[in-house]
């Protein structure tokens, strides 16, 4: 069973940039199809974007696509979310997800906070 770690949260201006990563310990990384979701408060969680097990196939959600990329290293057991052009309504708590089978997470992250600021 895959242990994922997040990082690369903090607070940031509109328009800013961050990068965030999420780091895998404990399975076979490269078996794995891997998300990122987030929730703000009071929503409830949601898809970002979505990269299969080999990086050959992504999924963006339409809210963030143009702007956040996701991108995994499987030399490097870490997928990334590369987000641009911030805005306030991408205030969130960021998580990666994990799934061996299919595409829904069966394995999260404890996830890490993204505060964007007008």
């Known amino acids: 069973q895959v242990q994922l770690v997040e990082s690369g949260g903090g607070l940031v201006q509109a328009g800013g940039s961050l990068r965030l990563s999420c780091a895998a310990s404990g399975g076979t990384f490269r078996s794995y199809a891997m998300s990122w979701f987030r929730q703000a408060p009071g929503k409830e969680r949601e898809i970002v974007a979505r990269i299969s097990s080999s990086g050959g196939g992504t999924y963006t959600a339409d809210s963030v696509k143009g702007r956040f990329t996701i991108s995994r290293d499987n030399a490097k057991n870490t997928v990334y979310l590369q987000m641009t052009s911030l805005k306030p309504e991408d205030t969130a708590v960021y998580y990666c997800?994990?799934?061996?089978?299919?595409?829904?997470?069966?394995?999260w992250g404890q996830g890490t906070q993204v505060t964007v600021s007008s």
């Open positions: 997800g994990a799934a061996r089978t299919g595409i829904v997470p069966t394995t």
